[in-house]
């Protein structure tokens, strides 16, 4: 019956020493630690035999009690056959949560807590797996090839950017920072007028205008400049026709009866008003 309360209580049992007479022990807050060794001397009664056990051989070197970042602990075991930070997660959802404490806004724990969980939840604390890299020798011969490439690219525009700063007194910027800066072109709603010698000789609408007017220098339309006016979708109709009644561009035509050719006439647009 002992020993189940101490299951219970774990990890907030209290611990006791079995060290020597000779030795000076700290109180640690719930283990009895070593003064000189800083490692905890072991647990109350019948789990100190257990907990010995329970210490794998690649841990025996670390500071068990010591406040440790999860992402540290993560590279140390696991247990359970998964990582301590998602033992924590675990413990947490079983509303049973591993005493923590928070150091430069960050969560610290300590290995003694997880060994102890260990021990009352019946796993085992392994090792990490650690993933092997190996390389063959055609994918070094690969590596290599890239390398000396790059060695070679960059010799090349150091080259060129040298001739361009005696011929020009600028230096060439490279691939990577051209691409870095670049701005992908705007989906733009709203009209749209295209200029020749000074006058607007087209107006158009569009959901993308800058696609629209490529569209009329692949067509050979006669422009040499162009401008828009972004405006929402419901109102281009309203504000294409006004401004083609407006300016009267040449590019847009005229209907038969000699008026310039509008998505909306002049009368229809005065009628709602």
């Not at 928070?102 to 610290?108: A, E, N, P, T, Y």
Request: with cysteine.
């Amino acid at each position: 019956m002992a020993i189940a309360l101490i299951f219970i209580g774990l990890p907030n049992y209290r611990a006791l020493s079995r060290a020597a007479p000779q030795q000076t022990l700290i109180n640690d807050g719930d283990y009895m630690t070593d003064e000189k060794t800083q490692q905890p001397i072991g647990v109350a009664s019948d789990l100190n035999a257990e907990l010995d056990t329970m210490i794998p051989d690649f841990l025996k070197d670390t500071d068990l009690g010591e406040w440790t970042k999860i992402s540290e602990l993560n590279k140390l075991f696991l247990i359970d056959g998964i990582l301590p930070s998602s033992f924590v997660c675990r413990c947490e959802r079983n509303n049973n949560p591993l005493r923590e404490q928070i150091i430069g806004g960050k969560k610290h724990y300590k290995i003694l807590d997880f060994i102890a969980r260990a021990i009352a939840d019946c796993v085992k604390i392994t090792a990490p797996q650690k993933k092997e890299i190996t390389l063959s020798i055609d994918e070094l011969k690969k590596e290599r090839d890239f390398l000396l490439q790059q060695v070679s690219t960059i010799k090349h525009e150091l080259a060129l950017s040298e001739i361009s700063k005696k011929l020009t007194s600028k230096t060439l910027v490279s691939e990577s920072d051209i691409v870095q800066a670049c701005n992908p072109l705007p989906m733009v709603a709203g009209i749209y007028f295209l200029v020749d010698n000074g006058n607007v000789v087209y107006v158009g609408q569009s959901v993308n205008i800058f696609s629209r007017v490529s569209q009329h220098y692949n067509d050979k339309k006669q422009f040499t400049s162009f401008a828009y006016i972004v405006c929402e979708k419901n109102i281009l109709d309203k504000m294409e026709s006004l401004y083609i009644h407006l300016l009267k561009p040449k590019l847009n035509g005229l209907l038969n009866n000699g008026i310039v050719c509008a998505p909306l006439s002049l009368d229809f647009l005065l009628s709602g008003i």
